[in-house]
Nanobody, 128 residues
Framework: QVQLVELGGGLVQAGGSLGLACVVS????????MGWFRQAPGKEREFVAG????????RYAESVKGRFTISRDNTKSTVNLQMDSLKSEDAGVYYC?????????????????????WGRGTQVTVSS
């Protein structure tokens, strides 16, 4: 059974940086395109960033383009999210997710329904 564990959440000041990591175990990491989603209180879960299985293609929500960077280390079964120039609206619970569909080889999905494995989430708080 695949497990996804997010690491690295916490409190950061607006304008600061924070890095998240997600470690995947229980199944070959290369079986998954990976994504990061977030959910703020009272809001729906939204796509943040995605990366294909080999890490050749990335995709970002417009709200984080130029500030966030997704990457993966297939030797460590880890996907990372580097968040810079954080804003108060970036706060929320961040979830790591895996998409085992074959389409994830070429293009990361932005739809949560296409991701079949999820971590429990890690809280990111941005103080102003």
């Amino acid at each position: 059974q695949v497990q996804l564990v997010e690491l690295g959440g916490g409190l950061v000041q607006a304008g600061g940086s924070l890095g998240l990591a997600c470690v995947v175990s229980g199944r070959s990491f290369l079986d998954y395109a990976m994504g990061w989603f977030r959910q703020a209180p009272g809001k729906e879960r939204e796509f943040v960033a995605g990366i294909t299985r080999r890490g050749t293609t990335t995709r970002y929500a417009e709200s984080v383009k130029g500030r966030f960077t997704i990457s993966r280390d297939n030797t460590k079964s880890t996907v990372n999210l580097q968040m810079d120039s954080l804003k108060s609206e970036d706060a929320g619970v961040y979830y790591c997710a895996g998409d085992s569909r074959l389409s994830g080889i070429a293009w990361p999905s932005t739809s949560a329904k296409n991701y079949d494995s999820w971590g429990r989430g890690t809280q990111v708080t941005v103080s102003s």
